[in-house]
C-alpha cells in the first residue's frame, strides 16, 4: 500500500509559480506510476499529467502542456510538478494519484490518491 501526502499548494497571481510536491510512503514508490489531477468546484475530477515510473515518459493535459512540468525523484519517494504561467483556471484542489500499470488519464484506474492541496490563482 502506497500513501501519499501532496504539499505546495496556495495563493497566487495570474503568470506566477508554484511547484507541488507528492510524498509517498513505502519502499515501492519506483515501482507505481504516478499522475496529477485537479477538480475545481462543481466541475469533475480532471487529468493534468503523469509520469511513467522510471521518469522516461511523460503525458500532459493540452491545457496545461508548455506550462506544468512533472517530475519525479524514486530516491526521495516524491513527485513534483512546476506549474508556470498559472491562469485563474488553474484554481482547484491538485491530487496526487498513484498506480501500479497505468499511467494515462483516466482517474478509475489509479489505486492510490492523497487527500489534496488547494491551489488558488487570482487574476
Known amino acids: 500500500q502506497v500513501q501519499l501526502v501532496e504539499s505546495g499548494g496556495g495563493l497566487v497571481q495570474a503568470g506566477g509559480s508554484l511547484r507541488l510536491s507528492c510524498a509517498a510512503s513505502?519502499?515501492?514508490?519506483?515501482?507505481?506510476?504516478m499522475a496529477w489531477f485537479r477538480q475545481a468546484p462543481g466541475k469533475e475530477r480532471e487529468f493534468v499529467t503523469s509520469?511513467?515510473?522510471?521518469?522516461?515518459?511523460?503525458l500532459y493535459a493540452d491545457s496545461v502542456k508548455g506550462r506544468f512540468t512533472i517530475s519525479r525523484d524514486n530516491a526521495k519517494n516524491t513527485m513534483y510538478v512546476q506549474m508556470n504561467s498559472l491562469k485563474p483556471e488553474d484554481t482547484a484542489v491538485y491530487y496526487c494519484?498513484?498506480?501500479?500499470?497505468?499511467?494515462?488519464?483516466?482517474?478509475?484506474?489509479?489505486?492510490?490518491w492523497g487527500q489534496g492541496t488547494q491551489v488558488t490563482v487570482s487574476s
Open positions: 494519484a498513484a498506480a501500479r500499470t497505468y499511467y494515462g488519464s483516466n482517474y478509475h484506474a489509479y489505486d492510490y
Open positions: 513505502g519502499r515501492t514508490f519506483s515501482t507505481y506510476y
Open positions: 509520469i511513467s515510473w522510471s521518469g522516461d515518459n511523460t
